[in-house]
């Protein structure tokens, strides 16, 4: 069993910036950030695998920056320039399976097999 445990939620304004954190209660393989807004489907928004590799949806490359302290394996989720459409529940995941093919299909749920209570993002216009 892991356990994720998310950090650094909140309220910003558009343009503002916020880093989401992600701390497992032990070592798993690919990691990623899922977002879910009201009425909406969740989705991917960036991913990294145990070697660092990172991938990002369309929708905030530029933007936000995933990135991982193999240390203690905490993933975190830099995001930058947020917008009002960015406002939603994120929630951190783990693949501890090490799927073959991750990267083709990094930011898609049926991948990981854990998940995070999520912590709530709000972007103000």
């Known amino acids: 069993q892991v356990q994720l445990v998310e950090s650094g939620g909140g309220s910003v304004q558009a343009g503002g910036s916020l880093r989401l954190s992600c701390a497992p209660s032990r070592v798993t393989y690919n990691m990623a950030w899922f977002r879910q807004a009201p009425g909406k489907e969740r989705e991917g928004v960036a991913a990294?695998?145990?070697?660092?590799?990172?991938t990002a949806a369309d929708s905030v490359k530029g933007r936000f920056t995933i990135s991982k302290d193999n240390v203690n394996d905490t993933l975190y989720l830099q995001m930058n320039s947020l917008k009002p459409e960015d406002t939603a529940i994120y929630y951190c995941?783990?693949?501890?399976?090490?799927?073959?093919?991750?990267?083709?299909?990094?930011?898609?749920?049926?991948?990981?097999?854990?998940w995070g209570q999520g912590t709530q993002v709000t972007v103000s216009s």
């Open positions: 990294i695998s145990r070697l660092g590799v990172t």
């Open positions: 995941a783990a693949d501890t399976r090490a799927l073959e093919g991750w990267f083709s299909h990094s930011l898609k749920e049926y991948v990981y097999n854990y």
